[in-house]
């Protein structure tokens, strides 16, 4: 086990490992949010998406990287006995300056849209394959046509493509899902220049074990006998 030296100099090495990266991303929300500004000032509003899409993403990578930080911190000083509440203060609003703006361009640029899923209740396996069947619509309860839909599971991702209507309908043969896994990850992914807000939610499962069997056929009488 490492003594608690060597622990203070590991969570040191990780903040100062971080740290960089974290204002990086400052820098890069900042500037993202000034070129979604000058496509809206430009009226290009595929461009503008695909900034706005830019700056949630740098929000969110922001937003793991404070918290890995965050708790670098807080190992130094349970391993120091030092206070760093001030280093601490600072790494929440570098954090809220990469995501600055992030909330307002979803909201100016994207229609929220949900994922509605019809009831299932039957156990799955791999003789048993899952079937997902649901609708994704807008804010306004207008279908999303066109729209691409992953299934997300251990054994890779299932997708498809919605309807005029809205609707999808997704296949999963289980291999690789664990007995006890309980549910499953849907998702709407739209494209970059989308008018449209990503969505998620969850399929709840229940999966049932197969046994596997192997049937193995000798040769037949006549073969083995010649003719």
Known sequence: ????????????????????????????GEATFDDYEAAQERGDEEAARRHAR???????????T?????DHYTDLEEFTDEDFDEALTAVETVVEAAGMGAGQVVDESFLETRIKLDP???????????????QLLDENDEAVADAEIVLVTPDGV???????????????????????????????????TDPYASAATTVNIDVEQTTATLDIAGPDDTAAGGE
């Not at 830019?54 to 793991?64: K, P, Q, S, W, Y």
């Open 1 to 28: 086990d490492l003594t608690r030296d060597e622990q203070a100099v590991d969570a040191f090495g990780d903040i100062q490992a971080d740290q960089p990266e974290l204002i990086e991303l400052a820098e890069d």
């Open 54 to 64: 830019e700056l949630v993403e740098v929000a969110e990578d922001a937003e793991t």
């Open 66 to 70: 404070g918290n890995e930080l965050e």
């Open 120 to 134: 299932t209740d039957e156990p799955i396996g791999y003789e048993n394959p899952l079937a997902v069947e649901g």
């Open 158 to 192: 299932e997708s498809t493509t919605t309807d005029d209507e809205g609707r999808f309908e997704l296949r999963y043969r289980p291999v690789a899902l664990p007995v006890d896994a309980e549910e499953l990850n849907v998702e709407y992914r739209p494209e970059p």
